[in-house]
Structures are given as structure tokens and as C-alpha cells.
């Protein structure tokens, strides 16, 4: 059966703090694993990663996949109020859906 | 393009009531899927369909009904509504094939069974 793992489920810092989410995987046939961004209302996208190694950037935002040892981070450096979210991973691996994670619900306190 | 909406935003059932949920795309997107999220568990999902005319269960199928009659449409019903079935519902699409396996997900409803 296919299997995402996050962890922390949930995780509490300071602004200016630097965090990392951790994703890890089991599935046959994988094809990519994305990033999700959940605030009050539905997810949406950060990153699709398909190769081991190459970092995704997006602002203060990077994502990496280890494809070897199956998981995959999300790093968030110099953390401000509004990163307060859950954060989502999921893993495409092919014509099936998406198998998402529970999720690591980040608050980022003043 | 709107992307993709649910309706509706909100809604309170009494036990035993029955409702529909639509999901509507404008992407011609193959792929739709009906997700419920409960605090703690992540997005779970109930049924999808990979084209007009199929669906498929997913890991909560029990309670819930869906049809696909158009592409753009996906329906969610729940023929006799239960407390636990209390629950933000998303809906989402992403296409067959391309460069991107992105999910794009609609807004959410909020059900509410008492």
C-alpha cells in the first residue's frame, strides 16, 4: 500500500526561526512528490520535485528529493507570521491519485 | 477560467437528510476527486473518476455517492447524512498528462450534521 509520512505533525517557532518539514515515501511507480500550502481555505501548490537533488526555490521557500532514501524536505528560512499554514506533501505515481500526507501544521509566532 | 468552484460554501444537515455537493472545472481536466479533511487526518479521499461516465472509490467511500455525467462536473451525495460525516469536502481536478501533475483544488464546503 503507498504511504506518505510527515513529521512533526505539528511544530511552533519564533519568527526568523529556519524550519524544515520532512516527507518520506513508499509507493510503486513514483513519478514526482508535491508541496501544498493550506491556509484557511484549500491547498495550494509550491513545488513538484521529480529529480534526486535538485533544489526547488521559490522566495524564502526550498524543497529537495532524495529519491535514493525516498523523502524529501521543505525548508522555510527567516519564518514570518503569514508562514503559518499546514503544509501538505503528496506523491504522483502515475494514473492512480495523488497520496497525500497528513500534513505538519506550522505556527510561526511574533 | 474560474478553475475550479464548489457548491455550496456551507451547509447544516440534519441527521438523515440527504445532499448533493457540485464540483465544477473549466480546464478539461480528466482527472476529479472528492477529498473530506477532519483535523488531524489530512485530506483523505473519498472517490475520484478518471474520465466522463467512470469513478472509482477511495479510502472513505462509505456514505458517499458520486456521478460524472460531464467532464466539468463531479457530484458528491450523501443519501442519509450522519454526525460523522461533518467535515470540510474539497473537490479537485488535474489533467491526464503534461508537463505538470499539479492538483488544483476548489474552495471547500463546509458540512455540518447535527
Known amino acids: 500500500e503507498d504511504k506518505v509520512v510527515q513529521s512533526p505533525l505539528s511544530l511552533v517557532v519564533h519568527e526568523g526561526d529556519t524550519v524544515t518539514l520532512n516527507c518520506s515515501y513508499e509507493?510503486?511507480?513514483?513519478?514526482?512528490l508535491l508541496w501544498y500550502k493550506q491556509e484557511k481555505k484549500a491547498p495550494t501548490f509550491l513545488f513538484m520535485l521529480t529529480s534526486s537533488g535538485i533544489e526547488k526555490k521559490s522566495g524564502r521557500l526550498s524543497s529537495i528529493l532524495d529519491k535514493k532514501e525516498l523523502f524529501s524536505i521543505l525548508n522555510i528560512t527567516a519564518t514570518q507570521t503569514g508562514d503559518s499554514a499546514i503544509y501538505l506533501c503528496?506523491?504522483?505515481?502515475?494514473?492512480?491519485?495523488?497520496?497525500f500526507g497528513k500534513g505538519t501544521r506550522l505556527s510561526v509566532i511574533a | 477560467n474560474a478553475g475550479v468552484t464548489q457548491t455550496p460554501k456551507f451547509r447544516v444537515l440534519k441527521t438523515g437528510q440527504s445532499m448533493t455537493l457540485l464540483c465544477a472545472q473549466d480546464?478539461?481536466?480528466?482527472?476529479m476527486y472528492w477529498y473530506r479533511q477532519d483535523p488531524g487526518m489530512g485530506l483523505r479521499l473519498i472517490h475520484y473518476s478518471v474520465g466522463e461516465g467512470t469513478t472509482a472509490k477511495g479510502e472513505v467511500p462509505d456514505g458517499y455517492n458520486v456521478s460524472r455525467l460531464k467532464k466539468q462536473n463531479f457530484l458528491l451525495g450523501l443519501e442519509s447524512a450522519a454526525p460523522s460525516q461533518t467535515s470540510v469536502y474539497f473537490c479537485?481536478?488535474?489533467?491526464?498528462?503534461?508537463?505538470?501533475?499539479?492538483?488544483?483544488f476548489g474552495p471547500g464546503t463546509r458540512l455540518t450534521v447535527t
Open positions: 509507493v510503486t511507480n513514483f513519478r514526482s
Open positions: 503528496a506523491v504522483n505515481s502515475g494514473n492512480t491519485p495523488l497520496v
Open positions: 479537485a481536478s488535474r489533467p491526464l498528462s503534461g508537463p505538470s501533475y499539479e492538483q488544483y
Open positions: 480546464m478539461n481536466h480528466e482527472y
